[in-house]
């Protein structure tokens, strides 16, 4: 998926640098929510860590996909430069 611009995906849900879906051929086939859905509930806890992780975290938060992050103290860091 990074072909497609991909930087990371929520239950199969991909996503690009913006947080925005990036449509994969499987989405049809996914007994799940979407990330619109995903990004409209309350409370979503996204857990996620390590530096090779970091573009995906930033996109997810970017994109309304969490507003509850567990993750490392050094993505944490990076995060708040």
Same mark, same amino acid.
């Given at each position: 998926?990074? #072909?497609?611009? #991909?930087?990371?995906?929520?239950?199969?849900?991909?996503?690009?640098?913006?947080?925005?879906? +990036?449509?994969?051929?499987?989405?049809?086939?996914?007994?799940?929510?979407?990330?619109?859905?995903? #990004?409209?509930?309350?409370?979503?806890l996204l857990?996620?860590?390590?530096?090779?992780?970091?573009? #995906?975290?930033?996109?997810?938060?970017?994109?309304?996909?969490g507003d +509850?992050?567990?993750?490392?103290?050094?993505?944490?860091?990076?995060?708040?430069?």
């Amino acid at each position: 998926m990074s #072909a497609r611009g #991909a930087v990371g995906e929520v239950n199969l849900r991909f996503f690009g640098a913006d947080g925005q879906a +990036i449509s994969a051929g499987i989405d049809d086939r996914i007994v799940g929510l979407t990330l619109a859905e995903m #990004a409209a509930i309350d409370t979503f806890l996204l857990m996620v860590g390590g530096a090779q992780r970091f573009d #995906a975290v930033s996109a997810a938060l970017a994109g309304g996909l969490g507003d +509850i992050l567990v993750t490392d103290h050094i993505t944490a860091r990076k995060l708040l430069q």
